[in-house]
């Protein structure tokens, strides 16, 4: 039992040993560290803070991008489409005055043969009334009075017209 | 030497003895040899802490770091686990309280070195200084009168009092002794196992035989095992004596 009874110098010793570390700690170790605790606490929370701030800063800018390109891509879209039915419209407009143009020149070159044809139709019987009388004055020796002249040529002549008839 | 010798001398051993004075009894003016390696615990304490936090960067890393690990775990694991934020008024003593019980256990665990926490002389003191520190806490949160009434649990009923009353109040005048006690019982208990163990293995290899040697290796590799489980035993009494510390002031504060 006397060897569990405590020194009162121990008693003393410890309680001022402790009192020591208490002031040193309290008044020098701890509040730098408890700064420190709080700071970096602080720190990782505004570093959190602003890690999401970015990634819905980030989220907000690909949305945009992203709606952005889907208009650019309507807009191109839109703008080909465009140019398609130009295009066509100026392919049927070629098209149609080609073909115009086309019959025109048909209907005119028609009309030149038609004319053409008919000058050289009166010449021919121009020069076919003169031959005839030629061949026949050669052929006959004789010449015909003026009456039976003209008579014979238009009997002639009109059978000649009719080939033009046809 | 005999087993029975060695033994007595080593429980003679781990009992207080004056460095410095005169030992004429309990209260002589000495100084113990467990007082000399509280002074050196504490002392290296105070130059670890001091030069720790001198050493603080905002990206944690070495001697800094360690400590503010340490702090860190009396705040949140002891502090503000059982007192909640109104608590951290009380956290430079209750680190204080932590540390100088982990590092005085610490200390002991050097082979040849005693913890400074290894005598009642210690542990006794500080149990009392929590006595006092909870109690005047206490008594400056609620008065005088109205603390010791909050003794009383409250619905005890009336013809019960005088029962009870007298109860509670040696419940709190025992918390001091059971503080002091169980702290300097686990470090006395855990040298003599680490002592007990030793005298095997110096003893084994004095009289080597088939038989000394198995006993010798089987008592090595415990002194191992237990070396380790006193290294964890420090740790958890430091622990306790902390967080009773924290309990005691928050029942002082939340009286029932």
């Known amino acids: 039992m006397e060897a569990i009874i405590p020194y009162t110098s121990e008693l003393l010793v410890s309680l001022v040993s402790f009192g020591v570390l208490f002031i040193a700690l309290w008044k020098f170790a701890l509040p730098p560290i408890m700064k420190m605790l709080d700071e970096r606490a602080e720190k990782i929370k505004d570093s959190l803070e602003k890690a999401e701030e970015t990634r819905v800063e980030a989220e907000r800018l690909l949305d945009e991008y992203k709606e952005q390109l889907a208009e650019a891509r309507q807009e191109s879209n839109r703008v080909i489409e465009q140019g398609r039915k130009i295009a066509e419209t100026m392919k049927d407009e070629i098209v149609a005055k080609a073909n115009e143009e086309r019959e025109s020149m048909l209907a005119r070159a028609r009309e030149e043969i038609q004319g053409e044809k008919r000058t050289a139709m009166a010449e021919l019987q121009a020069q076919v009334a003169d031959l005839s009388v030629a061949v026949a004055n050669r052929l006959i020796g004789t010449t015909l009075s003026a009456n039976d002249h003209k008579s014979l040529i238009e009997k002639f002549v009109a059978e000649v017209g009719s080939l033009d008839a046809e | ?256």
């Open chain 2, 1 to 256: 030497m005999d087993l029975g010798e060695s033994i007595q001398e080593l429980l003679h051993e781990l009992q207080p003895f004056a460095v410095i004075g005169n030992n004429t009894g309990k209260t002589s003016l000495i100084l113990t040899n467990y007082m000399v390696f509280l002074i050196i615990a504490i002392a290296l304490t105070i130059v670890f802490f001091v030069v720790a936090s001198r050493k603080l960067t905002l990206v944690p890393k070495g001697v800094g770091n360690i400590a503010e690990w340490g702090v860190e775990f009396v705040r949140n694991n002891i502090v503000l686990d059982v007192m909640g934020s109104e608590g951290m008024v009380y956290l430079p003593f209750i680190v204080t309280v932590f540390f100088a019980v982990l590092f005085n256990n610490f200390l002991g665990l050097i082979p040849g070195l005693k913890p400074g926490t290894g005598t009642l002389g210690t542990t006794f003191a500080w149990g009392i200084m929590v006595f006092v520190v909870y109690n005047w806490v206490g008594v400056k949160k609620h008065g005088l009168v109205p603390y010791l009434k909050s003794f009383l649990p409250s619905g005890t009923p009336w013809w019960l009092v005088w029962l009870i009353y007298p109860l509670e109040v040696i419940s709190h005048f025992l918390r001091p002794f059971t503080l002091g006690v169980r702290l300097y019982a686990n470090m006395y208990a855990g040298h003599i196992v680490l002592g007990i163990f030793g005298i095997f293995v110096v003893m084994s290899l004095a009289a080597l035989g088939p038989v000394t040697a198995v006993v010798g290796t089987l008592s090595l590799v415990m002194q191992i095992i237990m070396y380790a489980f006193e290294v964890f035993v420090a740790f958890i009494q430091a622990y306790v004596f902390a967080i009773l510390t924290t309990v005691y002031l928050n029942g002082a504060l939340h009286t029932h």
